[in-house]
């Protein structure tokens, strides 16, 4: 007894050594290579089951307000160290995972504590744009209480409106799939959400998040036509990219909310009678007395795809909502660039046409009719058709009367199938006019 009471704590005091061995390595005030952290990873003794809890709740305790400067280095070493060890033991397939059935509580609340550890420190915004997105979809799946998280999200979410996004993506995620209440979200996110979310990396999933939000059907008129008129107030000055997008999200909040017909059915909107109140809340910002007269006006906007996005407004709703495709805004310019230069290659096409007609054309006279018979006669507002044909008038008079009209004789035009005699005159069109010549005597 007293054997097996010794060589528990010998082997305990070798795992010991191995953890603060690793610790070390996490805690170097450099980047961890990724060579170094999958040989700790390889040749780390996992056979004993408390290795990785110790190691778990070694990482939980690391002090990286205590760190200064350096705890970004570190906190970026923990990060990867949990992630390599989500992959590679969490995995309900792993034979470590099938083997320690005893400890997976314990480990999940170890695993949980060394996250919210690393949610304590001071992060950047680079940082952040990595760890947010890794606790949504790896993390909270794992955890036993993903709610702990809430506090943090709401912090992320009031940083900079580059870091709104993927916390709004969390906030929804705890309350879609984890049961987590926050009655005032729907004021929170309105006061929040301004044009500049839209100049912002994640953008489109702002976008998506809202769309997620205002698809519930016990959501109050007053929330539903804050949000659409805000939205369109924000589409004034938008990018180009996300403009197309967010007149197709107010679309389809009139599809799902039929009592917002209100907004489009008032006669001569204009901002200066506007009662709506951007800066107040949700409830007192009187969207349910304006009207979109946003989307009117986008209607002259010089890009056809957003003009025709905002005549809806025109329309009685549709039956069923509208999926835009969005387009990032350097697809946009190589696109407009695209067509620009085909319009460019046609306008070249065409004058190096009439320039090899005029140059193939003996007299440029000819030339003249044989385009107008092309391109049909102004009298009727008739096109020429194949069998059209130019005849001359010989019974004109010539030089030798005293008058001559340009060049040749007097041409008129003839429509094969018309009625004999029936012929329209040339000179005026053409623009010719007859020319008083000396007589020859």
Same mark, same amino acid.
């Given at each position: ?21 690793? %610790?070390?390595? %996490? ?30 709740? #070694? ?39 099938? /083997? ?6 314990? %480990? ?124 369109? $107030? ?17 679309? /389809? ?83 407009? %660039?695209?067509?620009?230069? #085909?319009?460019?290659? $046609? ?95």
């Amino acid at each position: 007894m007293v054997v097996n009471t010794e060589s528990n704590e010998a082997n305990d005091l070798k795992v010991k050594a191995s953890v603060e061995t690793f %610790l070390n390595y %996490l805690k170097t005030p450099a980047k961890l290579p990724e060579e170094t952290l999958q040989e700790l990873l390889d040749h780390s003794d996992w056979s004993e089951k408390k290795f990785l809890l110790w190691l778990l709740r #070694a990482a939980a305790e690391i002090s990286f307000a205590s760190l200064g400067k350096k705890s970004g280095v570190i906190v970026s070493n923990v990060y990867r160290f949990l992630r390599a060890v989500n992959e590679r033991f969490f995995d309900e397939t792993s034979e470590f995972w099938r /083997n320690a059935r005893k400890l997976h509580n314990t %480990l999940k609340r170890a695993y949980q504590n060394a996250w919210l550890n690393i949610t304590k420190a001071e992060l950047s915004v680079k940082a952040l744009n990595n760890i947010v997105p890794c606790l949504v979809s790896e993390v909270f799946p794992k955890v036993p209480e993903p709610f702990a998280f809430a506090d943090f999200l709401f912090k992320v979410f009031n940083f900079q409106d580059e870091t709104m996004a993927l916390a709004l993506e969390g906030i929804l995620e705890l309350m879609i799939k984890h049961n987590f209440e926050y009655p005032k979200l729907y004021e929170y996110v309105y006061s929040h959400t301004s044009t500049s979310i839209w100049y912002t990396p994640h953008k489109l999933k702002y976008l998506n998040c809202l769309d997620t939000m205002l698809r519930s059907t016990h959501i109050p008129d007053y929330v539903a036509a804050g949000f659409a008129k805000k939205i369109a $107030r924000s589409c004034l000055m938008a990018p180009l990219d996300m403009q197309e997008p967010l007149i197709a999200l107010v679309a /389809n909040l009139q599809i799902r909310y039929p009592n917002l017909s209100c907004l489009t059915d008032r006669s001569k909107p204009a901002l200066s009678t506007d009662p709506y109140l951007e800066d107040v809340s949700l409830f007192e910002c009187k969207a349910l007395e304006s009207s979109l007269w946003e989307i009117k006006t986008l209607q002259k906007h010089w890009c056809e795809r957003v003009a025709k996005r905002a005549t809806f407004i025109e329309r009685k709703p549709e039956k069923m909502e509208s999926l835009v495709r969005t387009k990032s805004l350097d697809d946009m310019k190589s696109d407009f %660039l695209a067509k620009s230069a #085909a319009w460019l290659r $046609r306008i070249n096409a065409d004058d190096d046409e009439d320039s090899n007609e005029d140059d193939q054309s003996e007299d440029p006279y000819q030339a003249h009719l044989q385009k107008r018979k092309m391109k049909g006669g102004k009298k009727n507002g008739k096109r020429a058709r194949p069998g059209d044909e130019i005849q001359l008038n010989s019974d004109r008079p010539t030089a030798n009367s005293g008058l001559n009209w340009d060049l040749v004789g007097i041409m008129s035009f003839t429509r094969k199938g018309s009625k004999d005699g029936e012929m329209t005159d040339l000179r005026a069109d053409a623009g010719f006019r007859p020319l008083v010549l000396p007589s020859d005597d």
